[in-house]
């Protein structure tokens, strides 16, 4: 009605009723077709959009498994280092030992060898001394 009141819609007295009726009609039933034609697209692309936000939730859920299980690796890598570096510890002290005793050992050999070399001096000392004293063999030897 409206659209006759503004003059849009032409309604002519000579064609009858039912031939403006049937015009109507396969506009409002060309009209409907494109509304279905159209929920049908918008079906098929919510379809498209609910697979790829699905798709999209699989690719996150295994980049997440992926992520726990390099996060898995990391920290047995750490827990290695920390172990090697207990050992690496354990081994630096050991040597620090070794350093130590091979030290006070150099040091035992410089005293033992001037010990040797004052007891060789005093041993010469004493040949000379004893080579003074003439010995007669015929006397046996005192014993304490």
Excluded: W
Aim: glycine share 6%; net charge negative.
């Amino acid at each position: 009605m409206e659209a006759i009141k503004r003059g849009d819609l032409e309604v002519s007295l000579d064609k009858p009723f039912a031939a403006d009726y049937e015009s109507i009609r396969k506009d409002f039933n060309a009209g409907l077709y494109g509304i279905k034609e159209l929920i049908s697209q918008s079906h098929e692309e919510i379809n498209k959009g609910v697979k790829f936000v699905n798709d999209t939730g699989s690719c996150i859920k295994e980049t997440t498994k992926y992520i726990g299980e390099l996060g898995d690796l990391i920290e047995e890598v750490s827990i290695s280092s920390q172990e090697q570096s207990r050992g690496l510890n354990e081994i630096n002290s050991a040597m620090n030992e070794m350093d130590v005793i091979t030290q006070k050992n150099a040091a035992m050999v410089e005293e033992t060898t001037a010990a040797v070399h004052n007891l060789e001096r005093e041993a010469t000392s004493l040949r000379q001394i004893v080579n003074h004293f003439k010995i007669d063999h015929d006397y046996p030897a005192l014993t304490a």
